[in-house]
């Protein structure tokens, strides 16, 4: 029997993977938390065969807490789902070893199909970033100045050319407004630029948004 733990802040979309899986796979254990802290617990407790985790919950700091899953249980499946598929995102997870990375603008039959492949052992991009990581070979003839940003520094990075203020994205990311700000000023740092404005157009370029 499949064991499964949705991790998600919305009941809503639980509801609706939960009811999904239990169409496709009928005897099956599904758990829920809805943020990283309830999620790592439960993966301290339970050996779950796939983790389904958004990427953009309250007080959690997904790369962290991936980080965290990896190093207790590195064999581990984790499929990304999520609204965020700008492809350094993406990128990035891919980097730390999730299995799969899918849209929450994806059809039943999609969903259905990556949560298969990847309890089958095979990862699973959802096709629009397929097409880009394979159309990938401009980027890596040069390189990609966001690379050099840690991972909550592109997190901020993300926010700030989005348009959100250093308030909003300390309260969204549960840190000090300060703490923001000091990241924002190594972000400058490391992109070469004065101000967001012209990140945004490098963040463009380099497919951040």
Same mark, same amino acid.
């Given at each position: 029997?499949?064991?499964?733990?949705?991790?998600?802040?919305?009941?809503?979309?639980?509801?609706?993977?939960?009811?999904?899986?239990?169409?496709?796979?009928?005897?099956?254990?599904?758990?829920?938390?809805?943020?990283?802290?309830?999620?790592?617990?439960?993966?301290?407790?339970?050996?779950?065969?796939?983790?389904?985790?958004?990427?953009?919950?309250?007080?959690?700091?997904?790369?962290?807490?991936?980080?965290?899953?990896?190093?207790? +249980?590195?064999? =581990?499946? /984790?499929?990304?789902? @999520?609204?965020? %598929?700008?492809? *350094?995102?993406?990128?990035?997870? !891919?980097?730390?070893?999730?299995?799969?990375?899918?849209?929450?603008?994806?059809?039943?039959?999609?969903?259905?199909?990556?949560?298969?492949?990847?309890?089958?052992?095979?990862?699973?991009?959802?096709?629009?970033?397929?097409?880009?990581?394979?159309?990938?070979?401009?980027?890596?003839?040069?390189?990609?100045?966001?690379?050099?940003?840690?991972?909550?520094?592109?997190?901020?990075?993300?926010?700030?050319?989005?348009?959100?203020?250093?308030?909003?994205? +300390?309260?969204? =990311?549960? /840190?000090?407004?300060? @703490?923001?700000? %000091?990241?924002? *000023?190594?972000?400058?740092?490391? !992109?070469?630029?004065?101000?967001?404005?012209?990140?945004?157009?490098?963040?463009?370029?380099?497919?951040?948004?």
């Amino acid at each position: 029997m499949y064991k499964i733990l949705l991790v998600d802040d919305h009941s809503i979309v639980r509801s609706g993977i939960r009811l999904l899986l239990k169409e496709q796979y009928g005897t099956i254990q599904i758990d829920e938390a809805k943020n990283g802290s309830s999620a790592f617990g439960k993966i301290m407790d339970t050996t779950y065969h796939l983790v389904i985790m958004d990427i953009n919950m309250p007080n959690t700091d997904t790369f962290s807490l991936l980080q965290n899953i990896r190093a207790m +249980a590195p064999d =581990l499946p /984790i499929m990304i789902f @999520t609204i965020m %598929t700008e492809y *350094a995102f993406a990128k990035r997870y !891919l980097q730390l070893g999730v299995k799969g990375y899918v849209s929450k603008q994806a059809e039943d039959p999609e969903i259905r199909k990556a949560v298969h492949a990847i309890l089958c052992g095979k990862p699973c991009v959802c096709p629009d970033l397929l097409e880009k990581m394979q159309d990938d070979n401009h980027f890596r003839k040069e390189l990609d100045p966001f690379d050099a940003l840690s991972n909550r520094e592109l997190e901020i990075a993300f926010h700030l050319v989005r348009g959100k203020s250093v308030s909003h994205i +300390a309260d969204t =990311l549960n /840190i000090h407004t300060s @703490t923001v700000g %000091t990241h924002k *000023a190594r972000i400058f740092d490391k !992109l070469k630029v004065d101000n967001v404005l012209v990140m945004k157009d490098l963040a463009t370029y380099y497919r951040l948004i």
